[in-house]
């Protein structure tokens, strides 16, 4: 899979493109990640790529000119033109789902904005799908990229060390409710044992301990997931 990052602050990518797992499949060749610094389409002789609001109001807005002129030269530098991702706190929240959906893709375009967000042209002239992270704002779309990009690397095969993990987690395709607990040596710490069922070896016991965890943290904790697994559920009959 291919990630085209455009950004006014390349840096940030630095040592982000160059640790754990990422650095591991960029060595592997299962990823290749390009981060193209936005004020190289600026057009006039103090790289701006900003200005004031028309209408007035606090802040700058990023202008369209750039922006349009970048992803026009960076679209061909691979066959696919795979999909065109602004990130905005109006857009589509991330999720598990949609991560999934995104891991389909042959290469991934991100806009990361700043300052008081786009030129409304960007948007009608590019025609980018919008997601979020969620109800909050960030000071700028860099770190949603690197979200994505560390979502949905963990689907590519061969990315994990054991492909099934990405099948277990949260929220995942075979599990859409919370983990269930995980435990490792020592077996007794300050007073708190690790279940004698996960030392047991009955791998259906196991399995069956682990679904009832998973379920009753879920209860506890996010209950909206339940009640849209039923939903699914009833959809799917209909």
Same mark, same amino acid.
């Given at each position: 899979?291919r990630?085209d990052?455009?950004?006014?602050?390349?840096?940030?990518?630095?040592?982000?493109?160059?640790e754990s797992?990422?650095?591991?499949?960029?060595?592997?060749?299962?990823?290749? =990640?390009?981060?193209?610094?936005?004020?190289?389409?600026?057009?006039d002789?103090?790289?701006?790529?900003?200005?004031r609001?028309f209408?007035g109001g606090?802040?700058?807005?990023?202008r369209?000119q750039?922006?349009?002129?970048?992803?026009? !030269?960076?679209?061909?530098?691979?066959?696919?033109?795979g999909?065109?991702?602004?990130?905005?706190? !109006?857009?589509r929240t991330l999720?598990q789902p949609l991560?999934?959906?995104l891991? !389909?893709?042959?290469?991934?375009t991100m806009?990361?904005?700043?300052y008081?967000?786009?030129?409304?042209?960007v948007?009608?002239?590019?025609?980018?799908?919008?997601?979020?992270?969620?109800?909050? %704002?960030?000071?700028g779309g860099? %770190?949603?990229?690197m979200?994505?990009?560390?979502? %949905?690397i963990?689907?590519?095969?061969g990315?994990?060390?054991d492909?099934?993990? =990405?099948v277990?987690?949260?929220?995942?395709?075979?599990?859409?409710?919370?983990e269930?607990?995980?435990?490792?040596?020592?077996?007794?710490?300050r007073?708190?044992?690790?279940p004698? %069922?996960l030392?047991?070896?009955?791998?259906?016991?196991?399995l069956?301990?682990?679904? =009832?965890q998973?379920l009753?943290?879920?209860?506890?904790?996010?209950?909206?997931?339940?009640?849209?697994q039923?939903?699914?559920?009833?959809?799917?009959?209909?």
């Amino acid at each position: 899979m291919r990630f085209d990052i455009l950004t006014l602050f390349p840096e940030i990518f630095s040592g982000y493109l160059g640790e754990s797992l990422l650095n591991k499949a960029i060595g592997k060749e299962l990823v290749e =990640a390009h981060v193209h610094n936005l004020r190289d389409w600026a057009n006039d002789k103090h790289n701006r790529v900003d200005d004031r609001p028309f209408g007035g109001g606090p802040g700058m807005v990023i202008r369209v000119q750039p922006v349009v002129e970048a992803i026009e !030269q960076i679209r061909p530098l691979a066959p696919s033109p795979g999909r065109l991702i602004l990130l905005s706190p !109006q857009g589509r929240t991330l999720d598990q789902p949609l991560v999934e959906e995104l891991a !389909q893709e042959p290469r991934l375009t991100m806009i990361c904005g700043r300052y008081e967000g786009f030129d409304q042209r960007v948007i009608d002239l590019l025609q980018p799908e919008e997601i979020s992270l969620g109800d909050f %704002v960030l000071n700028g779309g860099e %770190v949603a990229a690197m979200a994505i990009i560390d979502t %949905v690397i963990r689907l590519i095969p061969g990315v994990l060390g054991d492909e099934q993990s =990405a099948v277990d987690d949260s929220f995942s395709e075979g599990n859409r409710l919370l983990e269930f607990p995980q435990y490792t040596r020592p077996r007794e710490y300050r007073g708190l044992d690790v279940p004698e %069922v996960l030392l047991g070896g009955n791998h259906q016991e196991i399995l069956a301990w682990r679904k =009832a965890q998973s379920l009753e943290k879920t209860k506890i904790r996010r209950a909206d997931l339940l009640e849209k697994q039923a939903d699914d559920a009833n959809e799917n009959k209909r």
